[in-house]
């Protein structure tokens, strides 16, 4: 099974130990859903523009252990979306956004740079 991630698991990321065994398949831009800042970690839900992610190969254990991990919040629900690597597995947030800064630039690795006009 694969799963596509977007924030804290990305590589170099304050969550990526939970990646440690799974296999990187390839960066992605994921089309048609926006990214917002919740501070230590990102939300994405469907919307305008495009998401940078990663797509991994996981077993049963890592998913069950990001199952975990995702749950503790009540926040997300997974779904399965079209990857370039396959279908793959989502979080996405289920919670109000509003007051949520958006990432313009679908990026949580560069969320802190200044955006130039």
């Known amino acids: ?18 990646m440690t065994n799974a296999q990187w398949l390839g960066d992605h831009e994921l089309e048609g859903y926006a990214l917002y800042n919740l501070g230590h970690y990102p939300a994405v839900i469907p919307g305008e523009g495009k998401v940078y992610c990663e797509v991994y190969r996981i077993n049963s254990s890592i998913m069950a252990e990001l199952d975990e991990l995702k749950s503790n919040t009540k926040d997300y629900r997974r779904e399965l979306i079209s990857t370039p690597y396959g279908s793959a597995w989502i979080y996405l947030y289920i919670r109000s956004l509003d007051g949520v800064p958006r990432i313009e630039g679908g990026d949580w690795v560069k969320r802190n740079e200044a955006v130039s006009e």
Do not use: E, F, P
């Not at 099974?1 to 939970?18: A, D, E, F, P, T």
């Open 1 to 18: 099974m694969r799963i596509i991630v977007y924030g804290s698991l990305r590589r170099k990321q304050g969550n990526s130990h939970w």
